[in-house]
């Protein structure tokens, strides 16, 4: 059974400083997908990525998959209070399933 | 483009009685999906739909859930009776190609 695990689930940072949210999963899988989940909305969809090495940007965030290794990292530029939200990494398994990360809490302090 | 739409937005309810949400996806999209997510975790496949075949339920508590997908558009769940911890939102998504997945705002049900 694929598990998917985010560290860290609350991660409290300053304006303008950079972090990385990690990704581990546990078994193959050909997707991976970030969204961010703001309170009491929905899912916004940010990356999907489908290759070994893939990487996307969009504005502060940039998202990067390492297949052998299992691993997605979600990381953040210079970071903003807009950014403050859940942000959830998940993985699709051999059964067209799309498992969910816990989630990790990012607060942005000014 | 109308997103994923669901109704109700929230439902209170008292426990054993019924509920249903109601999930209509964008158009086109044949692959339907109902989540749960819990307080403070990420969302649970309940049950695909492709068309109006359930392709995977295996996540549905079959003693109470229920699902229809009416000629392979809309989408009902219904929940019969309802429990205390069945306290959640529950979440609709659909997809064109099972790449890209949009997701409803969700019903946020909770169960007094």
């Keep these: 059974e694929l598990k998917v695990e985010q560290n860290p689930l609350f991660l409290s940072m300053q304006e303008g400083k950079n972090y990385t949210i990690y990704c581990n999963y546990s078994t193959t899988s050909d997707r991976l997908y970030w969204y961010r989940q703001d309170p009491g909305k929905s899912l916004e969809s940010l990356f999907v990525l489908l290759s070994n090495g893939a990487v996307k940007q969009e504005g502060r965030l940039m998202a990067s998959l390492d297949t052998k290794a299992r691993l997605s990292t979600l990381h953040i ?29 990012l607060h942005i302090l000014p | 483009e109308a997103g994923v739409v669901q109704s109700p937005r929230y439902k209170i309810i008292e426990k054993k009685q ?3 949400f109601w999930c209509n996806p964008i158009s086109g999209h044949n692959t ?3 989540y749960r997510q819990n307080l403070g975790q990420g969302p649970e496949l309940l049950i695909r739909y492709e068309n109006e075949e359930a392709v995977d339920d295996s996540q549905l508590p079959k003693d109470r859930f229920s699902a229809e997908r009416l000629k392979g558009v809309d989408s009902t769940l219904k929940i019969q009776p309802a429990e205390l911890g069945d306290s959640a939102v529950y979440l609709c998504a659909s997809s064109q190609d099972r790449v ?4 409803g705002s969700g019903t946020r049900l909770t169960v007094v």
Excluded at chain 1, 83 to 102: E, H, M, N, P, Q
């Design chain 2, 18 to 20: 019924p509920v249903a």
């Design chain 2, 32 to 34: 339907l999906y109902w």
């Design chain 1, 77 to 105: 530029t210079a970071a903003v209070h807009d950014l403050s939200a859940t942000y959830f990494c998940a993985v699709r398994d051999r059964d067209d399933k799309i498992i969910f990360g816990k989630g990790t809490r």
């Design chain 2, 100 to 103: 890209g997945y949009t997701f």
